[in-house]
């Protein structure tokens, strides 16, 4: 089914806890938060070389993917130039390429192709403390594929008990990943499926909307009105709606409006909503109420189990929502007070 490609939210958030710990192979580590931030087949990262990172200035970098669309790997690639900002968690995954590349350098010097190589690693108890750790594996450095990662994975799920929202044991496969990187893209309001076209390398968006976005019911709603420069449109009027995206730096902000020009705009959705730009639809007051509501709670749980990164996160949410909130509970305050003045008069 459908639903079974997804990894569900409970899941993902506890191997992300995980993974950005220093306990795990660096070279697994690497392979993680690249299938988990981008949008790739796991057979085009793992065809990676030592030579995709390159730097562009101080604060971006380049990532070079190979492509291999729906013939497989066996005939010539396309080429995938990802951009990555060198912040947050683009920050991070640079590091962890750059360290794994530093890594497969150092122990095959001119030899070296493959990104993803390494020796292999077993999963042993520390005889001194008691818990359980990795250890390298005999001498070969070989490449990594998928039926390795894969048992990779699982065997780290089982190893820490990671289950779903139903206290099953669970263990995402490696292409599973694909889809929750394009529907968290979708779903965030910032990406067009068209938009995702170069990231993953679909000859058309048919199977992006079709296939790998995995949408729940909260995220659905019916005739949103869109807030545009100070006027409100409103989507049932599609041709308008189109042809307001059609233009160059026009973006869609998901569940809060349009902006007609995104080219100055962080790629942050927190930032659209404290920004003097949007205006907000006061019909929409008990929604952003109930969003606040909803980062306050996901904070208090990401707290609770010591999530101090998603925690951060969460604080930025709640921040843009009561920024918002406020704004329009000034702008009704304001509305009232006018209308009395009139009437008094």
């Known amino acids: 089914k459908k639903e079974d490609k997804y990894i569900p939210d409970e899941v993902a958030g506890q191997l992300d806890v995980i993974f950005m710990k ?21 057979t085009e990262v793992l065809s990676m070389t030592v030579r995709c990172l390159k730097r562009l200035d101080a604060d971006t970098y380049t990532l070079t993917i190979p492509s291999f669309k ?9 080429i995938k130039l990802i951009e990555v900002r060198y912040e947050g968690m683009g ?27 390494s020796r292999a690693y077993r999963l042993i108890r520390d005889p001194k403390t008691g818990e359980r750790c990795y250890r390298t594996h005999g001498s070969a450095f070989k490449p990594k594929n998928l039926g390795s990662c894969n048992r990779f994975f699982s065997r780290l799920c089982k190893c820490r008990g990671i289950v ?22 979708m779903n965030s309001g910032l990406f067009r499926a068209i938009d995702l076209l170069p990231l993953t390398a679909h000859h058309n968006t048919k199977m992006i909307e079709q296939s790998y976005t995995h949408t729940s019911v909260k995220d659905l709603r019916k005739d949103d009105p869109v807030v545009f420069r100070g006027r409100i449109i409103n989507t049932d009027d599609p041709a308008r709606f189109d042809r307001i995206l ?4 026009a973006k869609r902000v998901h569940r809060i409006g349009l902006c007609s020009d995104a080219r100055g705009c962080s790629a942050d959705r927190s930032r659209c ?35 101090e990164v998603f925690a951060e996160l969460c604080g930025a949410w709640i921040d843009a929502y009561e920024t918002l909130t406020q704004r329009v509970l000034s702008a009704i305050s304001d509305e009232d007070l006018e209308v009395s003045d009139e009437a008094a008069q």
Not at 26 to 32: F, I
Not at 246 to 249: D, H, I, L
Not at 276 to 287: E, T
């Open 164 to 185: 779903d929202e139903h206290g099953e044991p669970y263990s995402p496969t490696t292409h599973q990943f694909r889809h929750n990187a394009v529907s968290d893209r």
């Open 91 to 117: 920050k991070l995954l640079v590091d962890l390429v750059a360290a794994q590349r530093d890594e497969v350098l150092a122990h095959l010097g001119e030899n070296a192709r493959w990104l993803f190589t």
């Open 22 to 42: 220093d306990g795990i192979p660096l070279v697994y580590r690497c392979l993680y938060w690249m299938l988990r931030l981008i949008p790739n087949r796991a």
């Open 246 to 249: 059609s233009k160059p730096f």
């Open 70 to 78: 729906q013939a497989g790997p066996y005939v010539p690639s396309d």
């Open 273 to 307: 909503l404290r920004c003097s730009y949007l205006v907000p639809d006061a019909g929409d007051l008990d929604y952003y109420q109930s969003e606040l509501d909803d980062w306050r709670s996901k904070q208090e749980k990401a707290l609770s189990c010591g999530n």
